[in-house]
């Protein structure tokens, strides 16, 4: 029973890693598409793929310079109302 049951942890271990691996490619894909690089965070990654969605469309919307108080402000709106939503706020 002992052999079957390290088996068992060897083969989850292994599935584990696999997941891992698949999700951080997905991650990284959808960073070059959205052309981001993240140097550390502590927020979770559907909030961060969420912010670098609404970001880049700020930006994509922007003639010529940056207006980083608009960036900020259709940030700060796009989580409001995500909150909202949640019922947080």
């Given at each position: 029973?002992?052999?079957a049951e390290l088996e068992l942890e060897r083969r989850s271990r292994f599935l584990n890693s696999l997941i891992e691996k698949k999700k951080a490619k997905e991650q990284q894909e959808q960073y070059d598409r959205l052309n981001v690089s993240v140097r550390a965070s502590d927020m979770p990654i559907p909030l961060q793929t969420r912010a670098f969605k609404?970001?880049?469309e700020q930006l994509d919307s922007m003639p010529g310079k940056l207006h980083s108080k608009r960036l900020a402000l259709a940030l700060?709106?796009?989580?409001?109302q995500h909150m909202v939503q949640l019922g947080i706020a």
């Amino acid at each position: 029973m002992e052999v079957a049951e390290l088996e068992l942890e060897r083969r989850s271990r292994f599935l584990n890693s696999l997941i891992e691996k698949k999700k951080a490619k997905e991650q990284q894909e959808q960073y070059d598409r959205l052309n981001v690089s993240v140097r550390a965070s502590d927020m979770p990654i559907p909030l961060q793929t969420r912010a670098f969605k609404c970001a880049r469309e700020q930006l994509d919307s922007m003639p010529g310079k940056l207006h980083s108080k608009r960036l900020a402000l259709a940030l700060k709106k796009e989580f409001d109302q995500h909150m909202v939503q949640l019922g947080i706020a």
